[in-house]
């Protein structure tokens, strides 16, 4: 169990496929009584941007509103929850520096995520950016600034230059930057916690980071989402930071997605170990380490929120382990219960081997293979045959989709619904409709 850690966070990755605040709502309700103490929130393009930087806010669907991120927070703090913003300030910054007005601001012109450390202007985006999100979280005292996977650091022309001059290193170039906008922050928030993910500093010496300035700055976030997660190197890092003056630490782990990035149901024990292993972590670190807790992530683009979340946060809570998507009287465990019933159901059926391996079928590649197709050398009753297992197929396909589309729009934006069957549905079927037409087209030709 993780009861000594101060606090335990959710992360809300709303950057893709970001729910209607309804569902949010009834999430927040979930969590608190799963004994979650906080909401890590990643905004992204999610938020609503004013002035020089409404070109942020997303396209595909509107940004929330200011009125409706009160209104999360404002029920988050009456199931006696926080909301932490999460704003990136280095890495990751895809949602910014994609705007063409933005483009100098790159570290690189093909790399979209990495801003240039170099340029004043750089900065002020950045804090302008924080300056919204924080005047818009009434009472804020603990901020995250991202800071993980700053990619190709250092291959800029400006970076090149400066690390030209003996003894510089892109250890100091990413310290340096950071510093820069933790310092800001606290001159513009004295009060203000500044939380950062650790993994750029994780091959940093202790006497590299003591002399950063980010010594009593900052508190490293330790993130690691492996089912097998080493134990003893990771402790072994914690004491790192600790010794080189950091000993207000938090740690990572995951609940759904950091996999692959098109996963459709996520495997929930891969998530449950790296739990388990984080547990073992927790029970082995010494006195020292001023462990503040635990954010819980969960990368977007896999539905199955508040399912996923309920299975293992059983087990980290000290509740009964076996979790279903209802419980013994019948009673929904979570709001999405029947939309994650419909992608299991449609998940399964689009991974048969019906269905995945229709065009491998005997009479597919003996009877209507491309070179049958091609040259429409066909045989009408066979083929027939065919399109009719094919279109079978299909309708059972699409009748499920439409049960998924159905429960999906009551949590998410039209859009996400379409872009996950486009994404996920599509190019299974795609396949057997191409079959289907073929067949037709071939038929018409030969059968008066």
């Known amino acids: 169990q993780l009861s000594t850690l101060r606090k335990k966070l959710v992360h809300l990755d709303l950057k893709g496929a970001p729910p209607r605040v309804e569902y949010l709502h009834k999430l927040i309700d979930l969590f608190s009584k799963l004994g979650v103490d906080g909401l890590l929130v990643e905004y992204e393009d999610m938020f609503p941007y004013e002035g020089e930087l409404k070109l942020l806010q997303a396209t595909t669907q509107h940004a929330y509103s200011r009125e409706e991120l009160l209104s999360i927070q404002e029920f988050a703090k009456s199931k006696g929850m926080e909301v932490i913003p999460l704003v990136q300030t280095f890495g990751h910054m895809e949602f910014v520096l994609k705007h063409r007005p933005m483009w100098n601001l790159r570290e690189v012109p093909y790399c979209v995520g990495t801003l240039n450390p170099h340029k004043d202007e750089g900065v002020r985006l950045v804090m302008e950016m924080l300056r919204q999100v924080v005047k818009l979280h009434p009472g804020l005292n603990t901020l995250h600034i991202g800071a993980d996977e700053v990619y190709v650091l250092g291959e800029g022309e400006e970076s090149k230059k400066w690390l030209a001059s003996p003894g510089r290193t892109v250890e100091q170039l990413f310290l340096s930057h950071v510093t820069k906008v933790a310092k800001a922050i606290k001159k513009a928030w004295p009060h203000m916690t500044i939380v950062m993910w650790d993994d750029m500093m994780r091959d940093m010496s202790q006497d590299v980071l003591k002399a950063s300035g980010l010594v009593g700055l900052i508190q490293p976030m330790l993130w690691e989402y492996t089912p097998n997660l080493d134990v003893d190197k990771t402790v072994s890092l914690l004491e790192k930071y600790c010794s080189a003056g950091m000993s207000d630490l938090w740690v990572a782990s995951s609940f759904k997605g950091s996999t692959s990035v098109y ?12 739990h388990l292993q984080w547990l073992k972590v927790a029970a082995s670190l010494s006195s020292a380490i001023n462990l503040q807790g635990i954010a819980i992530t969960g990368w977007q683009r896999s539905v199955l929120e508040g399912f996923v979340f309920s299975i293992f946060a059983s087990k980290l809570t000290g509740f009964s382990f076996h979790v279903s998507f209802s419980t013994s009287s019948g009673d929904s465990l979570f709001p999405g219960r029947r939309l994650a019933e419909s992608i299991v159901e449609l998940n399964s059926l689009l991974n048969s081997d019906d269905i995945r391996l229709f065009e491998n079928d005997m009479f597919v590649r003996g009877w209507f293979s491309p070179y049958h197709r091609r040259r429409k050398m066909v045989t009408p009753l066979i083929t027939m045959q065919i ?14 989709v439409e049960a998924v589309r159905e429960e999906m729009v009551r949590f998410y934006p039209d859009s996400t619904a379409q872009e996950w069957i486009e994404e996920h549905v599509s190019p299974v079927v795609s396949p057997l409709q191409r079959i289907t037409e073929d067949i037709r087209a071939c038929v018409k030709e030969m059968v008066p």
């Not at 996963?263 to 790296?274: E, I, K, S």
């Not at 079978?392 to 009748?399: G, K, M, N, R």
């Open 387 to 400: 399109h009719s297992q094919a279109s079978a197929f299909l309708t059972t396909v699409q009748q499920k």
């Open 263 to 274: 996963t459709c149901v996520p495997c929930t024990q891969r998530h449950v170990d790296n």
